[in-house]
């Protein structure tokens, strides 16, 4: 069984493989329109179940019209009005939807959900974001900087902000793909230790620190994001720890000078983000928001063996 939960699960050969698949995907349908399926429908007559117990824009529609393109069948539900929100466990729903269809997504607040959801379902689960990590966004960043900047190979990523959940998802990655990671956040919001020094032993090149200037000296990618998450209860306290943080034209002069920008969105522009910066002609945001539908269709791919 296949599950994509955390890229620290996958092979170094998984992650490239799903990488390749998909560029390869993505350039074999350019101009065609959004919600034609591709030439090889691979995954005709699937469904895919998706839910969600955030909000969501870009995760709910490049899955939905992600798994239209492979030639399967969405469905789409919020856990709210599910038995999930009337009691039911999170292992019953999993054996229930096992039978029903070929494989999960879950977008949900507590990492461990998604845990006892894999371990009880007899079909592949995917992480679609939890407070902890959020793979498949880091798939899309990193498709983007390969298709701006050439092989991810020797290339610098400097994080600037909060370590949420997925800058946890750069650090896995990192584990993976010969790149260096530089994070810079406030004291109080570093990523966990634990994980940093396990991706540090496991050969992963990443680097924390407060000071922001350190961390963007002579990068080729700057990412930021959002300062607040939702399931935040200290916004007042981030609003005053993260402004030295914020990416604007000044400190982007710091890093190389033809480095990226990618901010997974939504953006608070004017907080973490100025618009100089993300309406640059080096800003790749709008190429990282369409990737999410071409890495994720690699994922649901290598879930189910047809990579």
Same mark, same amino acid.
């Given at each position: 069984?296949?599950?994509?939960?955390?890229?620290?699960?996958?092979?170094? +050969?998984?992650?490239?493989?799903?990488?390749?698949?998909?560029?390869?995907?993505?350039?074999?349908? +350019?101009?065609?329109?959004?919600?034609?399926?591709?030439?090889? *429908?691979?995954?005709?007559?699937?469904?895919?179940?998706?839910?969600? =117990?955030?909000?969501?824009?870009?995760?709910?529609?490049?899955?939905?019209?992600?798994?239209? =393109?492979?030639?399967?069948?969405?469905?789409i539900m919020n856990a709210s009005e599910t038995q999930l929100g009337r009691g039911e466990?999170?292992?019953?729903?999993?054996?229930?939807?096992?039978?029903?269809?070929?494989?999960?997504?879950?977008?949900?607040?507590?990492?461990?959900?998604?845990? &006892?959801?894999?371990?009880?379902?007899?079909?592949? #689960?995917?992480?679609?974001?939890?407070?902890?990590?959020?793979?498949?966004?880091?798939?899309?960043?990193?498709? /983007?900087?390969?298709?701006?900047?050439?092989?991810?190979e020797g290339k610098t990523i400097a994080w600037l902000g909060d370590g949420n959940n997925?800058?946890?998802?750069? #650090?896995?990655?990192?584990?993976?793909?010969?790149?260096?990671?530089?994070?810079?956040?406030?004291?109080?919001?570093?990523?966990?230790?634990?994980?940093? %020094?396990?991706?540090?032993?496991?050969?992963?090149? #990443?680097?924390? /620190?407060?000071?922001?200037?350190?961390?963007?000296?002579?990068? &080729?990618?700057?990412?930021?994001? /959002?300062?607040?998450?939702?399931?935040?209860?200290?916004?007042? =306290?981030?609003?005053? *720890?993260?402004?030295?943080? *914020?990416? &604007?034209?000044?400190?982007?002069?710091?890093?190389?000078?033809? *480095?990226?920008?990618?901010?997974?969105?939504?953006?608070?522009?004017?907080? %973490?983000?100025?618009?100089?910066?993300?309406?640059?002609?080096?800003?790749? #945001?709008?190429?990282?928001?369409?990737?999410?539908?071409?890495?994720q269709k690699a994922v649901m791919l290598w879930c189910l063996g047809r990579i």
């Amino acid at each position: 069984m296949r599950h994509f939960i955390d890229l620290t699960a996958l092979s170094k +050969a998984d992650v490239r493989a799903i990488l390749n698949e998909a560029h390869q995907r993505k350039q074999a349908r +350019a101009g065609w329109p959004k919600a034609a399926p591709d030439a090889d *429908a691979p995954l005709h007559g699937h469904a895919l179940a998706m839910i969600f =117990q955030k909000n969501s824009t870009r995760t709910r529609v490049s899955f939905d019209i992600g798994i239209r =393109q492979l030639g399967g069948v969405p469905i789409i539900m919020n856990a709210s009005e599910t038995q999930l929100g009337r009691g039911e466990t999170v292992e019953d729903t999993a054996r229930v939807l096992s039978r029903m269809v070929d494989a999960v997504m879950i977008r949900a607040n507590d990492h461990q959900d998604v845990l &006892d959801f894999a371990a009880a379902s007899t079909v592949p #689960v995917i992480n679609g974001l939890t407070d902890l990590s959020h793979p498949c966004q880091i798939l899309a960043d990193i498709m /983007t900087i390969e298709e701006w900047r050439g092989p991810i190979e020797g290339k610098t990523i400097a994080w600037l902000g909060d370590g949420n959940n997925v800058c946890m998802s750069f #650090v896995h990655a990192a584990e993976k793909l010969p790149f260096t990671l530089r994070i810079a956040t406030p004291p109080n919001y570093a990523p966990r230790r634990q994980e940093i %020094e396990a991706a540090q032993k496991a050969g992963a090149q #990443v680097r924390v /620190t407060n000071d922001p200037h350190a961390a963007i000296a002579g990068a &080729d990618v700057v990412v930021t994001d /959002t300062w607040v998450s939702m399931g935040d209860t200290d916004k007042d =306290q981030r609003m005053k *720890a993260f402004p030295p943080y *914020a990416v &604007d034209e000044v400190i982007m002069q710091r890093a190389n000078p033809d *480095a990226i920008f990618l901010h997974c969105l939504p953006a608070h522009r004017g907080e %973490e983000v100025m618009d100089a910066v993300m309406d640059a002609p080096n800003s790749a #945001v709008w190429d990282e928001a369409e990737n999410r539908i071409h890495a994720q269709k690699a994922v649901m791919l290598w879930c189910l063996g047809r990579i």
